[in-house]
């Protein structure tokens, strides 16, 4: 092994520690015990205290009594209480006791995402299996942006679901002879599938973040980091699809493959 490829092996082993260590902290997206879509009337929920539903106006009422231990923002809350979840953003987090209710918006839906730290998929979480990190998944390629943002929708996990994205431009880069175009989203995120989704890798897909450009437009696409969406860990994600378009013509095995799933053991 040349310094370059151990260089390249030691960065990795670092980037995927960490990514390991994130997903598996108490509250993350192995935690995830619960998915419930709220309408106008209102629900009460299997372990959780009150009733919940979404108020037509861009909001989720709550109605728990004070000594149901719950807190939004480190606040103690009681009574009826309101909260406005920003669509396709991380959740306003309700708290009761050691769980964490996360309320979402995903375009016009509202749900409960219960993240709870004895879930299955964290205590019993042995790590994210990879393929070898090899340096000709590391591919030279360039941005192309587009001359502004372009509004897109695609589909999620979930039957129904929509989420809508801004487009940046796109990264382009060759692989095994052929050119790759892939839409790209803010943070030159590239979400994608290839010939080996479904099979050794997540079907959903995966995806890279890349750095910024060069001056030159000029970006570097290691896909040894391609790395699955929480949906290839649990059923209560939402997780959008790929861009219609964006699929490498060659299988890619690099990155991570396919997690366990001890919930579904």
Not at 39 to 65: F, I, K, Q
Not at 78 to 92: F, L
Request: glycine share 10%.
């Amino acid at each position: 092994m040349t310094t370059t490829e151990s260089a390249l092996v030691a960065d990795w082993e670092t980037w995927h520690r960490d990514r390991e260590d994130l997903l598996a902290t108490p509250h993350g997206w192995l935690s995830l015990t619960g998915l419930h879509w709220l309408d106008e009337a209102p629900a009460a929920y299997p372990d959780l205290p009150g009733t919940w539903r979404a108020t037509g106006d861009g909001g989720v009422e709550l109605v728990v009594d004070a000594d149901a231990a719950v807190s939004v923002d480190g606040t103690p809350v009681a009574g009826t209480v309101r909260v406005d979840p920003v669509d396709g953003k991380p959740g306003v987090l309700v708290a009761v006791r050691e769980r964490r209710v996360e309320v979402i918006r995903r375009t016009d839906s509202y749900a409960l995402r219960v993240r709870d730290p004895r879930a299955v998929t964290r205590t019993a979480f042995a790590g994210v299996p990879a393929f070898p990190v090899e340096q000709r998944w590391v591919r030279p390629g360039r941005f192309e942006p587009y001359p502004a943002p372009r509004p897109i929708t695609v589909g999620a996990v979930v039957e129904g679901l929509m989420h809508r994205f801004e487009a940046m431009g796109e990264v382009v880069f060759d692989l095994d002879g052929a050119e790759q175009r892939l839409v790209a989203l803010a943070g030159l995120s590239v979400h994608f599938r290839d010939g080996s989704s479904g099979d050794s890798t997540y079907g959903g897909g995966r995806a890279v973040l890349n750095a910024d450009p060069a001056a030159d437009g000029s970006v570097t696409v290691d896909l040894n980091r391609a790395s699955n969406l929480p949906c290839a860990f649990t059923s209560h994600a939402t997780c959008p699809l790929p861009p219609a378009g964006n699929v490498v013509t060659a299988p890619v095995e690099a990155g991570e493959k396919t997690p366990p799933r001890p919930d579904l053991a």
